[in-house]
């Protein structure tokens, strides 16, 4: 598709109708390839492959028409010109890093981030000479504060894992952007139907596919997506590094990008209704999810969201034993880590995916014991509201 044409189509066309190279056999839908190398005509036409003079797959740790498939969609999607796809999310959130950044570089990041980001700049990145301050997401002196002469990257999730709240976008990119930093945003949580960051003035772009993308929990799968300049470095870093997508994976969330937007509404529509129906249990303390009218960043996500998305989560009175035992009464819900599958999972972040900070970093951030957070799938609400309700009535008997 050309890309002027491109430009003048919403996100769920796009979803659908970009990023198709089809092969002499006139598929409808993207063939699969599965092949790790392709073949050259002439020793002359390798060279040229290699030197970048002709065009053409080499090798599929670099180059693989199912993952260009891919790459090309979310690229429009997100407004970008371009995208890097990767391994997992974790290995887009080394890939920008590794791809952007030098020993000696310094990051500001939300402290309001994935557990095991947090990890990855803090232990792995800081061991190479990378150091990361982290502050509160919606606090712009604070973000103001850290810069350093050698901050070159603002890091941040929109809306947080696991609180959803809401970072300024705008005010976040000129911040970077007057201090020579690029304003990096994990879209994880809306996916590029719900928000697209790059408009609001963000550098890169990046995904965990694993989530909403594919949309049914059954691959890995990450994504960088930008202008091709600043791709360039993480682009080398995959082909250097190997934190490439596999094929078959890309396959599928290319089929998982067609049906997001009708998923995301329909996430969104019951997400609301629970957060709602959870305000009034006796048994709930606080609910944290981007739709409510008294969420503290309500404008910002009407500005910068078209929805408020398909997570929430919630503090039980009673700490972890009373948490724990409402999970294990569930019936539909699914206890795992995973979010953005079809089918709703609920988390217990403390002791899981935010058990790899520490309890005072976990106690800055909010994450208190008593929280649980809902991935609220495609299932009728009102069984997972039942659902629910039998697990808060099990609770007092
Ligand atoms: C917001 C966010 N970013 C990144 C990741 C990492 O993604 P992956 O599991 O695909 O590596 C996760 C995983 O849960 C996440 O919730």
């Excluded at 993207?30 to 080499?58: H, Q, Y």
């Excluded at 049906?259 to 609301?272: G, K, Y």
């Amino acid at each position: 598709m050309k890309e002027k044409e491109s430009s003048r189509l919403h996100p769920e066309t796009l979803a659908i109708r970009t990023g198709i190279h089809r092969t002499q056999e006139q598929e409808h839908s993207e063939a699969l390839f599965l092949t790790s190398s392709f073949v050259f005509d002439s020793a002359e036409e390798a060279a040229d492959r290699f030197a970048g003079r002709a065009p053409g797959n080499i090798y599929a740790r670099f180059t693989n028409p199912t993952l260009r498939a891919l790459e090309e969609r979310l690229a429009a999607m997100e407004g970008a010109e371009d995208c890097v796809a990767t391994a997992s999310g974790m290995a887009a959130c080394l890939t920008v890093c590794m791809g952007t950044l030098q020993a000696g570089d310094h990051i500001v990041a939300s402290r309001s981030l994935f557990g095991t980001t947090v990890q990855l700049l803090q232990k792995i990145l800081g061991r190479f000479g990378v150091e990361t301050s982290f502050v509160p997401l919606t606090d712009l002196d604070a973000w103001r504060a850290a810069l350093r002469p050698s901050t070159r990257m603002l890091f941040l999730e929109t809306p947080s894992n696991p609180l959803t709240e809401v970072g300024d976008l705008t005010a976040l990119a000129e911040l970077a952007h007057g201090h020579d930093a690029l304003l990096v945003v994990d879209n994880c949580f809306c996916t590029p139907i719900l928000q697209q960051p790059l408009a609001f003035g963000a550098d890169l772009v990046l995904h965990s596919n694993t989530k909403y993308i594919d949309g049914q929990g059954r691959t890995l799968g990450g994504a960088i997506c930008g202008s091709k300049a600043l791709l360039e470095g993480p682009r080398n870093f995959v082909r250097t590094a190997g934190t490439s997508l596999s094929p078959f994976n890309a396959w599928v969330q290319c089929k998982g990008l067609e049906t997001l937007a009708l998923r995301m509404e329909r996430h969104c529509a019951n997400a609301a209704i629970l957060a709602q129906w959870l305000q009034d249990r006796p048994e709930v303390e606080q609910v944290y999810y981007p739709g409510l009218a008294d969420h503290p960043q309500a404008d910002l996500v009407r500005k910068q969201q078209r929805l408020p998305g398909g997570i929430l989560s919630f503090a039980v009175r009673g700490g972890q034993p009373t948490a724990w035992t409402l999970m294990d009464q569930l019936t539909l819900f699914s206890r795992t880590a995973n979010l953005g599958d079809a089918k709703s999972t609920i988390t217990h972040p403390a002791s899981t995916t935010h058990s790899r900070i520490s309890p005072e970093e976990r106690a800055a951030a909010g994450i208190g014991d008593g929280l649980l957070r809902l991935s609220v799938g495609l299932e009728h609400v009102e069984d997972l509201r039942a659902d629910l309700e039998n697990a808060f009535c099990a609770l007092s008997a």
